[in-house]
């Protein structure tokens, strides 16, 4: 395992995390996802609902299907360091607790990362992702990143994935670009 290399302060992420709520909201909600993808009807946030907490899922996203409607499960994750050219795919929330990490937790459907320095939004079928990333695990270098959240400190571990190499491997993944205020999709792959 290699060594965390900075310490991630929790109310830092946590403003985050909510950059990146509010962004996924504003692009469900585009007219670019109606015309090309889906027409969405309404995303609400469940962030705070502890019945969806512990599945790791944020948003429902109601979409029609046929003569109903369907609630669509997502996970957001919002991330600063896009420069790396990786996703981070947390295993362990808490090494010393040897919790399961969001990504192997969740069941949502969707995982929406965005990178909220760039505006660069990446949909991931888990269906397809997931069982992807467990198959390669071994070929992702693992990093170790520490939080703090005042006296309290905690390490978390996950893989660093690059994204090249899951576009290139998953081509159902979706990418978006956030210019101006407007939605533009960037990466035209299969699925959806």
């Known amino acids: 395992m290699s060594a965390p290399k900075r310490i991630q302060e929790w109310h830092q992420s946590l403003a985050v995390g909510q950059q990146a709520v509010q962004a996924v909201t504003s692009f469900l909600q585009s007219p670019l996802v109606t015309t090309t993808w889906v027409a969405t009807q309404l995303v609400h946030s469940v962030e705070e609902d502890p019945r969806y907490q512990p599945l790791g899922i944020d948003l429902l996203w109601m979409i029609p ?6 609630s669509v499960t997502v996970e957001v994750k919002g991330d600063r360091y896009e420069k790396t050219g990786n996703f981070f795919f947390e295993t362990v929330s808490d090494l010393e607790r040897s919790t399961t990490g969001g990504f192997v937790i969740t069941r949502a ?3 929406f990362y965005y990178f909220v320095n760039s505006g660069t939004l990446y949909c991931l079928p888990m269906e397809v992702v997931k069982p992807w990333f467990v198959t ?3 070929r992702f270098r693992e ?3 520490q939080s703090q959240r005042d006296q309290s400190h905690w390490r978390t571990a996950g893989r660093l994935v690059p994204i090249a190499t899951a576009l290139q491997e998953v081509p159902a993944i979706k990418m978006f670009q956030q210019k101006a205020g407007v939605w533009q999709s960037t990466h035209s792959a299969s699925g959806g």
Do not use: Q, T
């Not at 299907?65 to 369907?70: N, Q, Y």
């Open 65 to 70: 299907e046929r003569s109903f409607l369907r």
């Open 109 to 111: 459907e969707w995982l």
């Open 136 to 138: 390669n695990m071994g």
């Open 143 to 145: 990093r170790i990143a």
